[in-house]
């Protein structure tokens, strides 16, 4: 028979600490929340789902949390126009598809492509990241 092993993923405390943030419980449940659910929200979204847990917890600490998690590359900050900054979980390579009626969604960039956008650049330029937005509606259900 087959051995079959599950990966756990590693606790929220040692993904922070293994980049450089100390973990805190506010920080562990702003991050899992972005890890929960990937669905691109708001800090005020974000702060309205952590509050079930934490009910003690302020705006400003939501707000807090979030730059450190992007300042340490665990979340991305992604901005539509003048909307509100959205926060994303999903590191791998991917563009975002930005709903006019509402909503963001993750686009796979296959490594490719990637080198096919870089392509485009002339020699010497020093790409830092990429960042691809696609806005317009979704087909309708």
Do not use: W
């Given at each position: 028979?087959?051995?079959t ?9 040692d ?10 419980s506010?920080?562990?449940t ?7 659910q ?6 005020d ?18 707000y ?53 956008l ?11 990241h990429?960042?691809v937005?696609f ?5 309708s259900?």
């Open positions: 028979m087959a051995e092993h599950t990966h756990k993923p590693e606790p929220v405390a993904v922070l600490a293994d980049h450089g943030v100390r973990p805190t506010q920080r562990e702003v991050y899992r929340s972005l890890l929960q990937r669905d691109h929200p708001t800090a979204e974000v702060f309205a789902r952590v509050r079930e847990n934490a009910p003690t917890i302020s705006l400003a600490t939501v807090n949390c979030l730059d450190v998690l992007v300042q340490h590359k665990l979340v991305k900050a992604v901005n539509f126009e003048r909307g509100p900054t959205q926060y994303c979980a999903n590191l791998a390579p991917h563009a975002h598809f930005h709903d006019e009626a509402g909503g963001t969604l993750d686009i796979d960039m296959p490594p490719e492509m990637i080198t096919q870089l392509g485009l650049l002339p020699e010497n330029f020093d790409v830092k990429i960042e937005n806005h317009g509606r979704t087909p259900a």
